[in-house]
C-alpha cells in the first residue's frame, strides 16, 4: 500500500479522534482542574496534548482478539481531581457513541465498529486502507 493512503488514512482517524476530544472538553471540562503542566485547550496544534482529554489510537494486528484487526483507544484525562471509574466509563462510552458518528464522517464508504473492552475502545471493521 502506498504511505499516502496510509497517511490519509491517520488523518481522517485523527480528526474523528479529535472531535470526539473536543465533545469531551465541552461536556467535562468544566468540572476538573487542568494540570497546571498541560497546556490549555486550543493552544497545540494536536488536541491529543492540550486540555483536560486526550483520545490516541494505536493500531492493532488484533491476534489475541477474536476482532481481528483494528485500533485500540485510549481515554486519558489530565486533571488534578480523582476521576473515578464509574466517570472514566461514562466518558468511555460517551466517546464511543461520538465516534461511531465521526468515523462514518471521515469514512463514509467503511463499514467500522466501535466497542468497549475494559478500559479500552476498539474500532474495528473494514480496515482496507484504499
Same mark, same amino acid.
Given at each position: 500500500?502506498?504511505?499516502?493512503?496510509?497517511?490519509?488514512?491517520?488523518?481522517?482517524?485523527?480528526?474523528?479522534?479529535?472531535?470526539?476530544?473536543?465533545?469531551?472538553?465541552?461536556?467535562? +471540562?468544566?468540572?476538573?482542574?487542568?494540570?497546571?503542566?498541560?497546556?490549555?485547550? +486550543?493552544?497545540?496544534?494536536?488536541?491529543?496534548?492540550? +486540555?483536560?482529554?486526550?483520545?490516541?489510537?494505536?493500531?492493532?494486528?488484533?491476534?489475541?482478539?477474536?476482532?481481528?484487526?483494528?485500533?485500540?483507544?485510549?481515554?486519558?484525562?489530565?486533571?488534578?481531581?480523582?476521576?473515578?471509574?464509574?466517570?472514566?466509563?461514562?466518558?468511555?462510552?460517551?466517546?464511543?457513541?461520538?465516534?461511531?458518528?465521526?468515523?462514518?464522517?471521515?469514512?463514509?464508504?467503511?463499514?467500522?465498529?466501535?466497542?468497549?473492552?475494559?478500559?479500552?475502545?476498539?474500532?474495528? +471493521?473494514?480496515?482496507?486502507?484504499?
Amino acid at each position: 500500500m502506498p504511505s499516502d493512503e496510509l497517511e490519509k488514512w491517520e488523518r481522517q482517524m485523527r480528526l474523528a479522534l479529535n472531535e470526539a476530544d473536543a465533545a469531551l472538553e465541552r461536556k467535562y +471540562g468544566s468540572m476538573f482542574t487542568r494540570r497546571p503542566n498541560r497546556p490549555e485547550i +486550543g493552544t497545540t496544534v494536536n488536541p491529543m496534548y492540550d +486540555g483536560i482529554f486526550s483520545l490516541d489510537a494505536k493500531f492493532s494486528l488484533g491476534i489475541s482478539t477474536q476482532d481481528g484487526p483494528g485500533y485500540t483507544v485510549d481515554l486519558r484525562t489530565s486533571c488534578l481531581e480523582y476521576v473515578s471509574s464509574e466517570m472514566h466509563g461514562q466518558m468511555l462510552n460517551e466517546a464511543a457513541v461520538i465516534l461511531v458518528e465521526e468515523l462514518k464522517k471521515v469514512f463514509p464508504d467503511k463499514q467500522l465498529t466501535v466497542t468497549r473492552k475494559g478500559n479500552i475502545l476498539r474500532i474495528t +471493521g473494514d480496515m482496507d486502507f484504499k
